[in-house]
């Protein structure tokens, strides 16, 4: 273009467009590398899916304007993909590139090894592919070629990046054909390089329209007497898209993740190797927690450069070596330490994000997931979190609404609460407000996760419920309930424990008609709010009308697994799998 815009070239000095040429009766509009850049750096802010060029062709890819070649792709890959800095090639003769590039064109996605790491995780995991170059040409400069075929792999081929070949794959059905992805039967590719799957259909990729259903299991679990016993062997795959198993700690010394104690590394990784080898699942390591939020170790961790940079690194090979497909972050909470926003640093919520960017930066190119959980509270999640770096970073953000009411504000309450009851005081304590309010912040609904508990709050009411009077909301509590048969903590039962008082113990179930909040059980001066089959059910048609990205159940092994109840095994996982699908083959009066 450059012997053609000599003549003239204006642009919008504040950048709002891009610029124009002119050369007598001839005009023109484009964008230039700076206009280029502006575009993917509000791509990024935004959190969109990426960028699209409109062509390959069109570009300066012969480097004809002697900047570089492909100058606008490769500006556009810098900012959306973290390639080595580059040129931002001018528009006309007169102008210099901003930037002269060095001798070294590898791109770096890494931080080098420290010295002073920890020797079992701190080294150096980089795997570099050498590639055949072609015959021509030298390897610096790919031979003059963006694309070179794969001499062992019909589907596969190299593209030149920054001087160097990258292997990249054709999705399946297809094969390489000089510069594209190609039918089978229109490429050269000699027969003994052919897949056995040549004939079949391509395969597109539903995995955007299908809805994650992530469980949890915790390992305190496995320690449950009697049939309150739950194995890694107990979960039913059939019904999980994720399972998170938690919960690991991170050493307060180190700042590396402790291995679960009484639990030997080869017989945990062979029963995750099981677990996966039947499904498709993906299964990731929980870090985190409520108790383990506690102290000031995750602000410890956020706040330091170095230990942010070397617990990814640590994190990730550590994720890998035990053979999870990623990690499930959950500091709770980034300034409000346990929902206390008195108790936090105000700097919390960008040490935070720059620790996701360091764990992001280590995960992502080796293919490993990073989620988090974040608070459904509105006091916390308007302080707590830099929402862009979360939508950036994280492949998706769990909102933990649960927990909304518990024995500690002195009356009953509903665990979790889907919408405003008539009784309830505060406007923003139920999932409707929650993850709306994350969604007015931006986030986009497919990367939301709604929480939903397989567990109850329960509490010790002032005065015993008697046959013609039975305490609702907003009764008077002593004080937490009484610890459950198998799960042995106050203030908590397990679901399998709720229905098994209702079915075999007397207990009073009692459903909110208007279907505001879910149920809640009673029995003397005992009192549960908790989650049945309906109100689960009903919160996997929010989800698909929100369009949100799943369910996350905390958790697996508080379901009833082994169908105590008469009702199958695991119904509230079995009615928010189904609904997330728009099925119900369930009985709806299930309790």
């Known amino acids: 273009m450059r012997e053609d815009i000599e003549e003239g070239l204006d642009c919008d000095k504040e950048r709002r467009i891009g610029p124009y040429a002119y050369k007598g009766d001839q005009w023109v509009s484009f964008d230039d590398a700076r206009q280029i850049k502006l575009k993917a750096e509000l791509i990024r802010d935004l959190g969109l899916g990426g960028g699209m060029v409109w062509a390959l062709d069109l570009d300066d890819f012969k480097n004809r304007c002697g900047c570089e070649p492909s100058p606008l792709l490769r500006t556009m890959n810098r900012v959306l993909r973290n390639y080595p800095k580059g040129p931002l090639c001018p528009s006309?003769?007169?102008?210099?590139?901003?930037?002269?590039?060095?001798?070294?064109?590898?791109?770096?996605?890494?931080?080098?090894?420290?010295?002073?790491?920890?020797?079992?995780?701190?080294?150096d995991d980089t795997i570099e592919i050498e590639a055949e170059p072609p015959a021509t040409g030298s390897s610096d400069d790919c031979g003059n070629r963006i694309f070179v075929p794969h001499k062992k792999d019909c589907s596969k081929y190299f593209l030149c990046n920054f001087g160097k070949l990258t292997e990249h794959s054709c999705p399946p059905g297809l094969y390489w054909n000089e510069n594209r992805c190609d039918w089978p039967e229109n490429t050269k590719c000699e027969d003994s390089l052919r897949q056995s799957n040549e004939l079949l259909p391509l395969i597109t990729d539903q995995e955007p329209s299908k809805k994650k259903m992530i469980c949890y299991v915790m390992k305190w679990a496995q320690k449950r007497p009697g049939i309150g016993q739950f194995l890694p062997e107990d979960i039913d795959v059939d019904l999980c898209t994720h399972v998170v198993f938690g919960l690991a700690k991170l050493d307060p010394e180190r700042?590396?993740?402790?291995?679960?104690?009484?639990?030997?590394?080869?017989?945990?990784?062979?029963?995750?190797?099981?677990?996966?080898?039947?499904?498709?699942?993906?299964?990731?390591?929980?870090?985190?927690?409520?108790?383990?939020s506690k102290d000031n170790k995750y602000s410890e961790l956020a706040h330091s450069s170095v230990e942010?940079?070397?617990?990814?690194?640590?994190?990730?090979?550590?994720?890998?070596?035990?053979?999870?497909?990623?990690?499930?972050?959950?500091?709770?909470?980034?300034?409000?330490?346990?929902?206390?926003?008195?108790?936090?640093?105000?700097?919390?919520?960008?040490?935070?994000?720059?620790?996701?960017?360091?764990?992001?930066?280590?995960?992502?190119?080796?293919?490993l997931l990073i989620s988090a959980g974040v608070s459904a509270s509105k006091e916390v999640v308007d302080v707590a979190y830099d929402v862009p770096a979360l939508i950036k970073h994280l492949d998706w953000i769990n909102v933990m609404s649960y927990d909304y009411h518990g024995y500690w504000e002195?009356?009953?309450?509903?665990?979790?609460?889907?919408?405003?009851?008539?009784?309830?005081?505060?406007?923003?304590?139920?999932?409707?407000?929650?993850?709306?309010?994350?969604?007015?912040?931006?986030?986009?609904?497919?990367?939301?996760?709604?929480?939903?508990?397989?567990?109850?709050?329960?509490?010790?009411?002032?005065?015993?419920?008697?046959?013609?009077?039975?305490?609702g909301l907003n009764a008077k509590v002593s004080?937490?309930?009484?610890p459950g048969d198998f799960t042995k903590s106050t203030g908590m039962l397990a679901y399998y424990e709720i229905c098994d008082n209702v079915r075999n113990?007397?207990?009073?179930?009692?459903?909110?008609?208007?279907?505001?909040?879910?149920?809640?059980?009673?029995?003397?001066?005992?009192?549960?709010?908790?989650?049945?089959?309906?109100?689960?059910?009903?919160?996997a048609e929010f989800i698909r009308d929100l369009n949100l990205g799943g369910a996350a159940l905390w958790s697996l092994d508080l379901d009833d697994f082994r169908n105590l109840c008469g009702c199958g095994r695991y119904p509230l996982t079995t009615a928010l799998s189904q609904g997330l699908k728009g099925e119900r083959n369930l009985r709806m009066d299930c309790t």
Not at 438 to 452: A, F, R, T
Not at 479 to 482: K, L, N, Q, T
């Open 255 to 292: 700042l590396t993740i402790q291995s679960p104690p009484g639990i030997r590394r080869k017989d945990l990784v062979n029963k995750i190797v099981d677990i996966k080898s039947r499904t498709e699942l993906k299964v990731l390591l929980g870090l985190g927690g409520w108790d383990e």
């Open 410 to 471: 002195g009356r009953t309450g509903h665990v979790a609460p889907l919408y405003r009851g008539s009784d309830e005081q505060i406007e923003h304590m139920n999932a409707n407000f929650s993850l709306i309010h994350w969604l007015e912040k931006g986030v986009p609904s497919n990367k939301l996760i709604m929480g939903v508990p397989a567990y109850g709050q329960s509490f010790t009411l002032s005065e015993k419920s008697r046959r013609e009077i039975t305490p």
């Open 308 to 367: 942010r940079r070397r617990f990814a690194r640590h994190a990730s090979l550590y994720v890998q070596n035990y053979g999870f497909d990623g990690l499930d972050f959950l500091w709770e909470y980034p300034v409000c330490s346990q929902v206390d926003c008195n108790r936090g640093s105000t700097s919390d919520r960008d040490a935070f994000a720059a620790l996701l960017k360091e764990l992001s930066a280590a995960f992502k190119p080796k293919g």
């Open 479 to 482: 004080g937490p309930g009484r």
């Open 505 to 539: 113990r007397g207990w009073s179930a009692i459903k909110d008609p208007k279907n505001l909040t879910g149920p809640y059980a009673t029995s003397g001066d005992q009192w549960v709010s908790y989650e049945d089959v309906s109100s689960v059910m009903q919160k």
């Open 92 to 123: 006309t003769t007169s102008e210099r590139p901003s930037w002269e590039p060095t001798t070294s064109s590898r791109p770096t996605y890494l931080p080098p090894a420290s010295t002073t790491g920890d020797p079992d995780f701190d080294i």
